[in-house]
């Protein structure tokens, strides 16, 4: 049974371009969240998505955008990149809805470094 | 406002010693849930365990086991007997039941280093 996916793994970009990462839920999982975790600090949440709608969104500005397909994979894509933006981005799955009785299951993340 | 504190930053022990990792949270719901979460040097984020507002009863899984306490809004782990394995950044983590509110709120971390 596979686990959540990301890709890529790494990813370098220079200041102002864009950036789409991707997300493959756990098997059976219907929900997306995705986490911005910054060195040395705990993961901060950006958005869930649920049934290809947003549901609901962290303090992240307008740059920061999401996708969920109808096969429950999701994209975050980020735009105009700040250097503030260098993070590990992890993707969570979970199931039944999302609640938050649920445990999230994350994937190994993508670390993104903008020069 | 902070809603998870994890006071310690750092703790470092030598293998076979107890570790208890500690957590304060703050919420106005009255249904919630408390998680722990282990973030080895790969980066994965680990579920290790889950607590719901409702069962205080702490209980002991294997080498792990927590103690949860509404009274003072705290939710311990403790890993006992520790392993060099055990190195890692462990996370406490809240999620409220109130309407539309999904997300998990993590406290910043604190890092254990077994040593040998």
Redesign the interface.
Same mark, same amino acid.
Not at chain 1, 41 to 45: A, L
């Given at each position: 049974d596979a686990g959540v996916t990301q890709s890529p793994t790494h990813l370098i970009k220079t200041r102002g371009q864009q950036v789409t990462l991707r997300c493959s839920p756990k098997s059976g999982h219907d929900?997306v969240?995705w986490?911005q975790q910054a060195l040395g600090? %705990?993961?901060?949440?950006i958005f &869930?998505y649920y049934e290809e709608e947003e *549901?609901?969104r962290?303090n992240f500005p307008d740059r920061f955008s999401g996708h969920q397909f109808p096969n429950y994979s999701s994209e975050l894509n980020v735009n105009a990149l700040l250097l503030g933006d260098s993070a590990?981005y992890?993707c969570?799955s979970s199931s039944l809805s %999302?609640?938050?009785?649920n445990? &999230?299951?994350?994937?190994?993340?993508t *670390?993104l470094t903008v020069l | 406002a902070q809603k998870v504190t994890q006071a310690q930053t750092e703790i470092s022990v030598v293998e076979k010693e107890d570790v208890t990792l500690d957590c304060v949270y703050e919420t106005r719901d009255t249904t919630y849930y408390l998680f722990w979460y282990k973030q080895p040097p790969s980066g994965e984020l680990v579920f290790l365990i889950r607590r719901n507002s409702f069962d205080e009863q702490n209980e002991i899984s294997g080498r792990y086991s927590w103690n949860f306490q509404k009274s003072t809004s705290s939710f311990n782990f403790t890993i006992t007997a520790s392993q060099v394995v055990d190195s890692a950044v462990y996370f406490c983590a809240l999620s409220e039941e109130s309407m539309n509110d999904y997300k998990l709120s993590f406290g910043a971390g604190t890092t254990v280093t077994v040593r040998a």
């Open positions: 929900t969240s986490y600090q %705990g993961p901060q949440f &869930q *549901r609901q962290g590990l992890l969570a %999302g609640s938050g009785y445990e &999230q299951f994350f994937g190994p993340g *670390r | -």
